[in-house]
């Protein structure tokens, strides 16, 4: 596993924490779900769960609200054991999974009624809390229509609206834009964002890299059940090493054979060259100054020339692909290019 | 408690206080806002009562007049003896057949995210198989409306309406406890229609092994035999019995034992089921 040391100034680090999961273990059969997951979760930050289909992040997610019991471990959230005193912390918590858990035959409002309602709220007050978080989430003029006729971000609004009726401390929020499109995804995120401004604390869990940037301040990788990274965004990127070379030869042909020249060179020994046929461009991970001027060097011994070369932070696709040599399920497209060499 | 098996220097306290039990109020609440939200696919999906209205017409119809005449002749008179006699055994049968339904709703139901916040949520976890049950004994009462008034209309003398009430309400007690046999199915099964296929499997002898559209002195000894420890003869019994007079002790008894034995094992089974599925 690889832990990434973190600075003692860490912001988040000082806070309480939130959400305590030690040695956690869930199997069904043969397959281990969850096999031994450490986690942290600080108060009033939110924590990116990351790793691709089948990491075990959905079953992480359904032992800390209690929907499964795990096989062993513990799991506290806000001072409750998830398998001891599962009625307290389902107080505690809001949750939205991966597919939408409103009713669809319901509309927005009753919706909301209903489960303020189901948390002891009186008529009174369950009336004016499904009004105020459609006014929120917007989704008033909506109100009244069955939630089966909503577009799929406002299902996904409605959803986190419905979390939000019972002020929850810890929100679990499953792939909350699996399947949305990129505009209504940002719509999502700006929500979430929003709630992260009220204080409630946020465990997150997403197989889009650029999803836990906008949105996370701690990331947690895992596969197969496993941590297998954890720490700030910054150093989880500082860890995979420096930057990454875009190299774009002036002639189009010349692309494989910069490739091979670039594979030739070894520059890393952790990743070869990649070959983005669409841009017409080579990407090569290095890890200083002097590698991006050795690299300048040898291409051009090779008789290629270069149309034009740049350096670019790498995105968490390429660290995520470097830690588990794995390829994250949605590509994401890389971080915007922050120097430019002309050559 | 288990604090000490937290290793981490940021080791959260746990929080030692009385687990809140739900009172009464609560749980009434509670089963009260989903009661609310199954009447509310009623309202929206009126459609969904169809099954509720139609089955007892074309059951009432189809019987009486295809078979009332020849059946009434073994009775003793024609087609309106038999009117007398299969009002009561259908009053009966109403109570499996709506039962049925709750299996099939419920499995379409639990597949849904919706089941994941109802048990995410602070309740009692019965609270939404109560509603489920309670929304079915609403269609019960209609389909046995709609029935009454279709008896009437092919014949049916109301002289006794204590009875009829009684044999309602018997009927309606009985396939309560049927729903959760249904529930459990509907909690297991895969999809809906393998717990329909199995609903049809289950309901089928029953029915008509049973004393609710033929006196059984006709039949075979080993079928008689069946007939004989079926609970739907003894709810068709009672309510004939309560409805146009005639022995209602024996049927009454087996009835409610069966009532009582079936809700005591079905129902913590479901909500254990229920509960415990992941």
Known sequence: MTRIDKTPDNSTGSRPVAVSVRGLVKHYGETKALDGVDLDVHEGTVMGVLGPNGAGKTTLVRCLSTLITPDAGTAIVAGYDAVKQPRQLRRVIGLT??????????????????????????KKEARSRADALLERFSLTDAATRPAKTYSGGMRRRLDLAASMIGRPHVLYLDEPTTGLD???????????KSMVRDGVTVLLTTQYMEEAEQLASELTVIDRGKVIAEGGIEELKAKVGGRTLRIRPADPLELRPLAHALDDMGLTGIAT?????????????????EQLTAVVGAVTARGITIGSIATELPSLDEVFLSITGQKASAPQDARPELEEVAV | MSATTVTAPAAPTIKVEADPRIGLRGHLRHTGALVR??????????????????????????????????????????????VQYVIPGMVAMMSMNIAQ????????????????RFRSLPIGRASVLIAKVSVELLRLLVATTVLMIVAVLVGFDINNWAGLFGAIGLSALFGSAIMWIFLVLGVTMKNAQS??????LVMMPLQFGSSIFAPTQSMP???????????MSGLADAARGLMVGGPVAHGLWVTLAWTAGLTLVMAPIAIRK?????
Do not use: C
């Open chain 1, 97 to 122: 999974g991966q597919y939408a858990s409103v009713d669809e035959k319901l509309s927005g409002r009753e919706n909301l009624y209903m489960i303020g309602r189901l948390l002891d709220l009186s």
């Open chain 2, 274 to 278: 229920f509960t415990k599925q992941s």
């Open chain 1, 182 to 192: 990129p505009r209504t995804r940002n719509e999502v995120w700006d929500e979430v």
């Open chain 2, 195 to 200: 717990v329909q296929a199995m609903g049809f």
């Open chain 1, 273 to 289: 060259s990649t070959v983005d046929a669409e841009s017409g461009t080579v990407l090569v991970p290095i890890l200083s100054d």
């Open chain 2, 101 to 116: 339904g709750v299996g099939t709703g419920f499995n379409e139901d639990f597949h849904k995210g919706i089941m994941d």
């Open chain 2, 37 to 82: 939200r199954n009447l509310l696919w009623i309202k929206q999906d009126p459609e969904s009562m169809f099954d509720a209205v139609l089955m007892p017409i074309v059951f009432t119809l189809l019987f009486v007049y295809v078979f009332g005449g020849s059946i009434g002749q073994s009775l003793g008179g024609g087609q309106d003896a038999y």
């Open chain 2, 221 to 231: 000894g080993w079928l008689q035999n069946f007939t004989e420890y079926n609970p």
